[in-house]
């Protein structure tokens, strides 16, 4: 997929700055923001993860995951399922099929720009 | 050349360079989602001491009875063992041992681990004690393997070791069975918990 894109690309060689913004138009920009193309980039290595692990791993706040954690769920990418682990509240974190789908598009995009500067 | 002109004629290259830096930050995550084990180091190290105090007192049994008896309770020490370290791993982590990972390792690890049980048992009552050292170290480290698929890499080579040696036992005269369970849940737990405490923590 990845590198028919990038063949699609390099045929209609657009001029360099126009190519560089259809492209930055063309990735999913909910995905392209750090902590939250994180969480997703560990949901997808790992399966479901806590909110404990999210934040853990990524080394950020409470807030931070919190906050992009949520627009993800908004957005249908990811679940999260609260419960109980003896007295202490657990959030699991779990990747849906249209969030796996969305960060496929998004890296296939990312490699189609790296492969179409390559070429040239 | 223009000042926007060159700024254009720029700007792609920034975005690849921006591109490939997104692409490095998936892959790093993912590479440092990956590298949790659930496996305790430690954990392993104690399990490997247990199993070579119990390899020298079944070598002392006159009986194969009471030689099978003495691994039975070593079994039983080491889950015991295994959890406690997996629990002081997990939570030391602030992980849940249940959650993710840690569920994964359970799920891989169990089925091989029941089925050797299962079939100590009948092999138990047939007399047939020659074939359980290998056996229990294959089961054992097909457990391991299956399970390491979701844990880091040294996990389930240590399985293959395991499983090796299992097979190497089984095609080994009766009597060295009692060492190749000395060498396989003693030496073998006791490097490869050390490389696991070293390298991935506790």
């Known amino acids: ?41 560990a949901l997808a290595a790992s399966g479901p993860l806590t909110f404990v ?3 853990a791993l990524l080394k950020t706040t409470d807030g931070n995951v ?55 | 050349m223009t000042q926007n002109e060159d700024m254009s004629a720029q700007r792609p290259v920034a975005i690849s360079d921006h591109a490939l830096e997104q692409l490095r930050y998936i ?5 440092r989602t990956g590298s949790f084990t659930a ?20 070598a002392r049994q006159t009986e194969m009875r009471m030689w099978g008896i003495v691994w039975m309770c070593e079994v039983v020490l080491a889950l015991i063992i295994g959890t406690a370290f997996i629990l002081r791993k997990t939570k030391h982590g602030d992980r849940s041992m249940f959650a993710a990972p840690g569920r ?34 294959m089961l054992y480290g097909a457990g391991v393997v299956t399970a390491g698929a979701f844990s880091v890499r040294v996990v389930p080579i240590m399985g293959l070791c395991f499983m090796g040696l299992g097979a ?25 918990g050390l490389i696991i405490a070293r390298r991935y923590g506790g």
């Not at chain 1, 919190?66 to 993800?72: E, I, N, T, Y």
């Not at chain 2, 092999?123 to 359980?132: H, I, K, P």
């Not at chain 2, 009692?178 to 003693?186: K, M, Q």
Request: proline content about 4%; aromatic content about 10%; glycine content about 10%.
């Open chain 2, 27 to 31: 892959r790093d995550t993912m590479e």
């Open chain 2, 168 to 192: 190497v036992a089984v095609a080994s005269p009766a009597a060295w069975g009692n060492w190749f369970l000395a060498f396989g849940f003693g030496v073998v737990h006791i490097v490869f």
């Open chain 1, 53 to 55: 692990e999210l934040r």
């Open chain 2, 104 to 137: 994964q390792f359970f799920l891989s690890f169990s089925p091989p681990v029941v089925a050797g049980g299962v079939l100590s048992w009948i092999l138990y009552q047939q007399g047939a004690w020659a074939v359980m050292p290998g056996m229990w170290l």
């Open chain 2, 39 to 58: 496996v305790p180091g430690w954990g392993g190290v104690a399990m490997g001491t247990s199993a070579l105090v119990a390899a020298v007192i079944a």
């Open chain 1, 66 to 120: 919190s906050v992009h954690a949520r627009k993800l769920e908004d957005a249908g990418y990811v679940t999260c399922t609260k419960g109980f682990e003896g007295r202490v509240p657990r959030s699991n974190y779990e990747l849906t099929a249209e969030g796996r789908m969305a960060f496929e598009k998004y890296l296939d995009h990312l490699e189609a720009i790296v492969g179409v500067m390559r070429a040239r």
């Open chain 1, 1 to 41: 997929m990845a590198k028919s894109s990038a063949t699609k690309l390099a045929a209609v060689k657009p001029a360099p700055s126009k190519l560089a913004t259809n492209e930055t138009q063309a990735l999913d920009r909910l995905i392209h923001e750090k902590v939250r193309l994180g969480i997703i980039s």
